[in-house]
């Protein structure tokens, strides 16, 4: 049976990973999730990700998650915005602040996956996929 909806089992995985302080992660493989990851990383919120196959053979994405400290993540929390049942979209002059510019909002645009601020200088609207802080 199908996941519904990749995204969110995606961010799921990477903030209880991030709760119990886990090194790294894995993850359905999917060009968005790929993406999403990119953006992850290009933002500072992961050190990395890799493409793994795990132990029936499939291919995985593997995240690799990453700390300020023993104490501190650097990812404090990661939501959803735009789900299977509410779409939400956005134009460019009103994507969204994220905690007045400290978080991170992921689009999805006309081209490609970019964060709130790149969408907003290439004055380019689309789905709001997640916002991270």
Known sequence: MGMTDPIADMLTRIRNANNVRFKNVDVLLSRINLNIAKVLKK???????DIKKDAR????LRI???????????????????KPGRRVYARSE???????????????????ILTD???????LGGEVLCNVW
């Open 43 to 49: 933002s500072g919120y992961i050190s990395g990700y």
């Open 57 to 60: 053979g499939h291919q995985v």
């Open 94 to 112: 009103r994507i969204p602040k994220v905690l007045n510019g400290y978080g991170i909002a992921i689009l999805s645009t006309s081209k490609g």
């Open 64 to 82: 690799y998650l990453r700390y300020a400290d023993a104490k501190r993540s650097v990812l404090t929390s990661i939501q959803r915005v735009s």
């Open 117 to 123: 601020k790149e969408a907003s200088e290439s004055k």
